[in-house]
């Protein structure tokens, strides 16, 4: 079978089904290998995504996402099924890839302190400087408003727009980096999102508006460069 | 509710709340200051269309799979898994 075709409009990762999940368990707890190469399948991209968010290569992310599948074997007598079993697995792979992650900064210290602050409420989600001020007719009506982009599916389905969501998505603090992987990317819901990371839906809503805020600025700017005349 | 304590909202207050417009979170008085805006507003509904285009946009970024070797070597370890623990 050809491996994961980006479908358009649709959910990449997601090609699941309610209850699906759930006959696979039963299966693999009856030592069905068949059962756990369709688990390890079914949710391989959207582990190896939100490992990559924090191991620098995509080897260390494939053995981190291994880990995840051993300690997985290891405590699937202890799932209870509480959560979704793709919340569950998140868990277990965030907090391997967060450690392996910590161990190679110790390694290659990148500016983390940058990041920390970034994490923080105050962040308008516009440059204040497109808007009027004061001392202006309207103040806090838009001085520079964003116009439409023309055609945004075919060129926002480019190779270069998608390097600009990956950059955009990179250089966000770690926290806002997971909620947006996990809502936007991978499709899951906010309660899923709020049970694998332990936040609050006000302080997931936050990060995830802060995620957002910064990728379409940065999208809007990619365009703009492209179309120097608007 | 009632029309009296609503202010008008601004742009710059707007781009604020877009998230929690697009989660059904707002307070209906709110969602209705907001729409009402929208509904006089090009910039602020430009604004709202590229940040629906992004979301959509982020959805449909490819998805990459673990690695032949790597799903080979969970198998194996799978296989060890099932001879250990299951007997
Ligand atoms: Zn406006």
């Known amino acids: 079978m050809p491996e994961q075709q980006a479908s358009p409009g649709g959910d990449p990762d997601s090609a699941r089904r309610p209850g699906r999940d759930e006959e696979l368990l039963a299966a693999l707890r009856r030592s069905d290998e068949d059962a756990f190469r369709m688990l390890v399948r079914e949710h391989g991209p959207f582990l190896l995504r939100l490992a990559l968010m924090h191991v620098p290569s995509r080897a260390i992310a494939e053995e981190v996402v291994q880990d995840t599948w051993l300690a997985a074997l290891d405590g699937i007598d202890r799932f209870e099924g509480r959560s979704s079993f793709r919340t569950w697995l998140a868990s277990i792979v965030l907090n391997k890839a967060r450690t392996q992650g910590r161990r190679e900064r110790r390694v290659l210290p990148f500016s983390f302190l940058g990041r920390r602050r970034a994490e923080g409420r105050d962040e308008p989600a516009v440059d204040a400087d497109r808007f009027q001020s004061a001392r202006d007719q309207q103040p806090g009506a838009w001085a520079r408003p964003p116009v439409d982009w023309d055609s945004p599916v075919e060129r926002l389905s480019s190779d270069e727009a998608r390097r600009v969501l990956f950059e955009a998505i990179a250089i966000l603090p770690p926290r806002q980096r997971e909620v947006i992987t996990m809502r936007d990317i991978s499709g899951l819901s906010a309660a899923e999102t709020c049970n694998a990371l332990g936040l609050t839906a006000t302080n997931q809503r936050v990060l995830l508006h802060r995620a957002r805020s910064k990728v379409r600025a940065a999208l809007e700017h990619h365009f703009q460069a492209e179309e120097p005349s608007r | ?87």
């Not at chain 2, 008008?8 to 709340?17: G, I, M, R, Y």
């Not at chain 2, 269309?49 to 946009?57: F, G, L, S």
Request: proline share 3%.
């Open chain 2, 1 to 87: 509710m009632t029309q009296g304590r609503i202010a008008q909202l601004s742009c710059q207050e707007l781009v604020e709340l877009i998230t929690e417009y697009l989660e059904g979170t707002l307070a209906p008085a709110d969602l209705a200051r907001l729409e009402r805006h929208l509904d006089g507003c090009d910039g602020c509904r430009a604004y709202l269309d590229q940040m629906r285009e992004t979301i959509a946009a982020l959805g449909r970024l490819p998805a990459e799979s673990l690695s032949p070797q790597a799903e080979e070597k969970l198998l194996v370890a799978f296989e060890g898994w099932r001879k250990g623990s299951r007997g």
